[in-house]
């Protein structure tokens, strides 16, 4: 069993920048493999996809609204995943989810695993 544990989220101001991290607790060699995404769900709306990589790294996804400001990395060797955001704007303002797979999409249902959640709030 895969447990994902995001940290990194509180308030900050427009045009800031955050860290977002997801530490993988690991009970198999295979969950390394994983491809690993972040979705974020806003007060009042569905939740979206934000970002994703793959297992090596080698490959990243974004979704056009972030493109440019977010970077997403991971550490196979700590098991942890990271969201840097960059000139964040008030509309980033979501609880943010840690999700892995086993291949890369923007589709949740592909995701077997996820986080609790941290929740982002940028002010104007």
């Known amino acids: 069993q895969v447990q994902l544990v995001e940290s990194g989220g509180g308030l900050v101001q427009a045009g800031g920048s955050m860290r977002l991290s997801c530490a993988a607790s690991?009970?198999?060699?295979?969950?390394?493999?994983?491809?690993m995404a972040w979705f974020r769900q806003a007060p009042g709306k569905e939740r979206e996809f934000v970002t994703a990589?793959?297992?090596?790294?080698?490959?990243?996804y974004y979704a056009d609204s972030v493109k440019g400001r977010f970077t997403i990395s991971r550490d196979n060797a700590k098991h942890t995943v990271y969201l840097q955001m960059n000139s964040l704007k008030p509309e980033d303002t979501a609880d943010y989810y840690c999700?892995?797979?086993?291949?890369?999409?923007?589709?949740?249902?592909?995701?077997?695993?996820w986080g609790q959640g941290t929740q982002v709030t940028v002010s104007s």
């Open positions: 990589i793959s297992w090596s790294g080698g490959n990243t």
């Open positions: 999700a892995g797979g086993d291949r890369s999409s923007y589709w949740e249902p592909d995701y077997d695993y």
């Open positions: 690991i009970r198999t060699f295979s969950t390394y493999a994983m491809t």
